[in-house]
């Protein structure tokens, strides 16, 4: 098992600059890819960014020159540096862990965000 503890969000300005974290304990080995998704109300859940094992990383193309997802793998944590915040950014941000083989998937308990003035 896979316990992930999202921290970070809350109300900002738009413009502003939110750093998400995502911290990871447990049976951590073989994780193939660790991701950030987004769910706003009456939306599903998208994947907004990545980073995978080797250090690749996507982004959806709504936030791509704006957030920057990164690890610190010592500290079993993954970030989402989230710059220049639009009020459709507001949403509950989840990190998301996947293994190799993609069969034992892990989700944290959503963190909310929200841009406004």
């Known amino acids: 098992q896979v316990q992930l503890v999202e921290s970070g969000g809350g109300l900002v300005q738009p413009g502003g600059s939110l750093r998400l974290s995502c911290a990871a304990s447990g049976n951590i080995d073989n994780i193939y890819a660790m991701e950030w998704y987004r769910q706003a109300p009456g939306n599903q859940r998208d994947v907004v960014a990545t980073?995978?094992?080797?250090?690749?990383?996507n982004y959806v193309d709504s936030v791509k020159g704006r957030f920057t997802i990164s690890r610190d793998n010592a500290k079993n944590t993954v970030y989402l540096q989230m710059n220049s915040l639009k009020p459709e950014d507001t949403a509950v941000y989840y990190c998301?862990?996947?293994?190799?083989?993609?069969?034992?998937?892990?989700w944290g308990q959503g963190t909310q965000v929200t841009v406004s003035s």
């Open positions: 998301r862990f996947v293994k190799y083989g993609g069969s034992n998937v892990y």
């Open positions: 980073i995978f094992n080797g250090g690749r990383t």
